[in-house]
């Protein structure tokens, strides 16, 4: 039996590792601790929450006794660590919770892990961390990082801290960087979500500047085989570009969403940019590719459609998820725009 201790397992690509593991890997325990932020959502793990394998523990990435108290209690060998405030707009009109969580709280971990002798932290990360690119070229595990939203300074930080600790104490460990993610399960403060939940009820869709924004969409379940390809068969100490070789500008996406919908084009405001807004991400995920043979199981344009249908038919999770404090969000973020 494989014991795994998965932080931030009740959000967005979290919940789809947790499922992932738990369906395709019979041998691992899944101890899952969770904050329950605004992102968390036990919904998101329904029908595993009693599942034999899987432990979920209500709590903070930050509180060390409690980490420690798990890693004991359940012969924990290995740490992936989802945690994290996830959304550059709130990083940006609130900054101080990504340093607690994304720093500090990624600390607390890597100091139990290394006192517990854990043989492996996985440290999921981002290729904001890269910083922005022009027109041309991609970002390969060499590129320097040159974060520029609180949110990509506060992983960029936790990153060096993963490799201090590596460096210094001799912990195990790995990082994974990968692009946007998009899929079942989530919150819809993110582009295709909020663009599909506004669509859906024929609400504006709030397109950030010229809509011109480059991303390179990244299907959950691929990578959370990455991830699980990682932990698995990865020398410690390697980085790795996790892409979905799907770069397109945002207002692209955005059209296509209102094709499968059935929605007008006259739904696209143009608002307010983002300030500091990166312009383009791109991912060469070749060392993955090379050497861990990994690949993505679908083009863009499969799993865009399998997403818009889930959500089209996993209605009432969506009005649960958009009910009470994120109407307020709402109103907060895009009432100035
Ligand atoms: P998310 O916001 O959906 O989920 C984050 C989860 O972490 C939530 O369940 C939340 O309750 C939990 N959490 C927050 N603070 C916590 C704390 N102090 N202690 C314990 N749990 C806490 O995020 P996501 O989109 O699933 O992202 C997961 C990871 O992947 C993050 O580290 C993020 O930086 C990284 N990432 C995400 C994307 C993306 O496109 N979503 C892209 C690149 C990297
Ligand atoms: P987002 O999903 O927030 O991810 P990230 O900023 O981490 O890449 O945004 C993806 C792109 O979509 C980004 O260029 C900003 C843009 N965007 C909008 O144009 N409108 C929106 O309402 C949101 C949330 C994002």
């Known amino acids: 039996m494989r014991n795994i201790l998965v932080t931030g397992g009740a959000g967005f690509i979290g919940s789809n590792f947790v499922r992932m593991v738990l369906a395709e890997q019979p041998d691992c325990l899944v101890v899952n601790l969770d904050k329950l932020t605004y992102a968390g959502n036990l919904e998101n793990l329904a029908e595993y929450l009693e599942h034999e394998r899987h432990k979920f523990v209500h709590g903070d990435i930050g509180d060390a006794a409690l980490v420690e108290r798990l890693i004991d209690e359940y012969a924990i060998d290995a740490i992936v660590n989802f945690a994290a405030e996830s959304h550059v707009d709130r990083s940006i009109t609130g900054p101080k919770i990504f340093i607690d969580t994304n720093v500090s709280g990624t600390l607390t971990l890597l100091e139990a892990a290394r006192d517990k002798n854990i043989s492996r932290f996985v440290q999921v990360s981002t290729d904001e961390v890269y910083g922005s690119l022009g027109s041309e070229g991609m970002f390969t595990e060499q590129t320097p990082l040159s974060p520029n939203s609180p949110y990509s300074a506060s992983k960029a930080s936790a990153d060096h801290l993963v490799c201090a600790f590596g460096h210094t104490f001799g912990l195990p460990y790995n990082i994974t960087r990968c692009s946007n993610n998009y899929g079942q399960y989530q919150f819809p403060e993110k582009l295709i979500p909020l663009m599909i939940n506004n669509a859906v009820n024929d609400k504006d869709l709030p397109v950030y500047g010229d809509g011109m924004y480059v991303r390179?969409?990244?299907?959950?379940?691929?990578?959370?085989?990455?991830?699980?390809?990682?932990?698995?068969?990865?020398?410690?100490?390697?980085?790795?570009?996790?892409?979905?070789?799907?770069?397109?500008?945002?207002?692209?996406?955005?059209?296509?969403?209102?094709?499968?919908?059935?929605?007008?084009?006259?739904?696209?405001?143009?608002?307010?940019?983002?300030?500091?807004?990166?312009?383009?991400?791109?991912?060469?995920?070749?060392?993955?590719?090379?050497?861990?043979?990994?690949?993505?199981?679908?083009?863009?344009?499969?799993?865009?459609?399998?997403?818009?249908?889930?959500?089209?038919?996993?209605?009432?999770?969506?009005?649960?998820?958009?009910?009470?404090?994120?109407?307020?969000?709402?109103?907060?973020?895009?009432?100035?725009?």
């Open 216 to 337: 390179d969409w990244l299907y959950v379940y691929d990578h959370c085989t990455a991830i699980w390809r990682v932990l698995e068969k990865a020398p410690s100490g390697e980085i790795y570009n996790v892409g979905g070789c799907n770069e397109k500008p945002n207002l692209e996406v955005i059209r296509l969403i209102l094709d499968h919908l059935g929605k007008p084009d006259s739904l696209i405001k143009y608002v307010k940019d983002r300030p500091g807004h990166d312009r383009r991400y791109a991912i060469d995920a070749s060392k993955m590719i090379d050497e861990l043979d990994w690949r993505p199981s679908v083009t863009f344009e499969e799993g865009i459609v399998k997403t818009m249908d889930w959500y089209l038919s996993n209605t009432t999770w969506l009005a649960n998820v958009v009910s009470g404090d994120y109407q307020k969000y709402y109103e907060t973020m895009y009432s100035g725009r």
